[in-house]
């Protein structure tokens, strides 16, 4: 999906529902119902990778959570991220080494 068609959903007449993804199991079943885009829950990635919410998670491994929901849903997803472990420098170097392109 690109930014502009992402944007757009923003901006149409009805309401943009995002449902929240916890890893990428979930992420294809939101698809797979018809999901527009997806967005991520920090506490449902931490704990599905076995960690406690509020920043326990490191960088790349939510990198990785995430990375792997897109891929699986073939979807832009949407994600927040705290803490300066993730700073948004940090990001671009990880998606970089990732061979994706750096959108943000």
Known sequence: MSVETFRALHAADRVLILPNAW???SASLFVSAGASA?????AGLAWSCGYADGSALPGP????AVASSAEASGMRVR???????VSRNSFLRRLRVMDRPPEV
């Open 23 to 25: 890893d990428a199991a």
């Open 61 to 64: 491994a939510l990198l990785h």
């Open 79 to 85: 994600m927040m991220a705290r803490g300066p472990a």
């Open 38 to 42: 997806i967005a991520t829950t920090s």
